[in-house]
């Protein structure tokens, strides 16, 4: 349908800061534009639209965030009539009337592969996002899979303050770049991958002890937790890597199904084969094990 652009109209983007998310992005951005107004924040920053306040005629696009997680605005946006388009892997929830949605929760899907069906061109930052969500084994792309753990690995973190960029302006790079080829040649590409190499260095010497893997609470462990577990992931799993957070751990699980409604047990989410709990009481962690460990036994 079409619509008068009327100076009242704005269109607002909520995306996760990760690779999925940015090119999930830069592909919409190279079809259509990227004109409004974005919010994104670290990967763990889900909640996005709490940071929205839609107006008169404004529109939402949503990519690679949990429509679940964001589900009491995205209802209040939806019954006052804005237009919301939603592309996304992770599990929805209860269905929202109104809400134009994408989302697709199998395994060797991610949202960059969404939006490439929905635009229609295929596109080589779908490749990009396939390695950066630990989907690599989906892609033919091989060459393409260190950008894609880099712009992941640079999404991690406990703020904006840990990470190499902020994760609009990595997508602004990106964009200017066109093609992942040509990101790859810039000096940002550069800086991802030596900041990379300095936080493995550091993560090198840890083991796991009772079934997972716990680093500390410093800004090169909370940015290299993600890839980290992903690598472990190529093993048979679920894994368990923790942040130790004092009285709690963050929570990163990894493993080939099941994971996100595991970590929904816990009070945490995701999808198939990766997910998280943000902040899980040490108190609870036999509870999480026992889980984990049956799993381990299939
Ligand atoms: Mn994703």
């Not at 929205?52 to 679940?68: G, Q, T, W």
């Not at 040649?185 to 300095?198: D, H, M, P, S, Y």
């Not at 992903?230 to 929570?251: M, T």
């Not at 997910?275 to 026992?290: N, R, S, T, Y």
Request: with cysteine.
């Amino acid at each position: 349908m079409l619509r008068n652009r009327l100076a009242s109209f704005m269109r607002w983007f909520a995306y996760n800061g990760d690779a999925d998310g940015i090119c999930s992005m830069v592909q919409w951005g190279l079809a259509y534009g990227l004109e409004g107004k974005r919010v994104t924040g670290v990967k763990r920053d889900i909640q996005l639209l709490d940071k929205i306040s839609l107006e008169r005629d404004d529109e939402l696009v949503a990519m690679d965030i949990s429509l679940e997680r964001n589900h009491g605005k995205a209802k209040q946006f939806a019954e006052s009539n804005h237009k919301i388009i939603w592309f996304d892997h992770h599990l929805s929830g209860e269905e929202i009337k109104g809400i134009e949605s994408y989302i697709d929760t199998s395994a060797e899907m991610c949202t960059s592969k969404i939006v490439e069906n929905y635009i229609g061109v295929k596109s080589a930052w779908a490749h990009v996002a396939l390695h950066g969500d630990g989907l690599g084994q989906y892609s033919d792309r091989p060459d393409l899979a260190e950008l894609g753990e880099l712009l992941n690995y640079n999404g991690y973190g406990e703020s904006l303050d840990d990470l190499h960029y902020h994760p609009d302006k990595l997508l602004q790079y990106c964009i200017d770049s066109v093609t992942p080829e040509e990101f790859i040649k810039t000096k940002v590409f550069e800086k991802l991958k030596l900041g990379f190499a300095n936080d493995m260095a550091n993560v090198g010497d840890i083991k796991q002890k009772d079934g997972m893997y716990v680093l500390p609470d410093l800004s090169w462990a909370r940015r290299i937790v993600g890839v980290f577990a992903h690598r472990l992931n190529e093993s048979p799993g679920p894994h368990v890597i923790a942040i130790d957070k004092g009285d709690k751990f963050q929570i990163s699980v990894r493993g080939s199904s099941g994971i996100g409604e595991l970590c929904k047990m816990f009070g945490g989410g995701g999808r198939e084969t990766a997910g998280g709990i943000d902040a899980l009481p040490k108190g609870e962690v036999p509870a999480l094990m026992k889980e984990i460990v049956a799993r381990r036994d299939n």
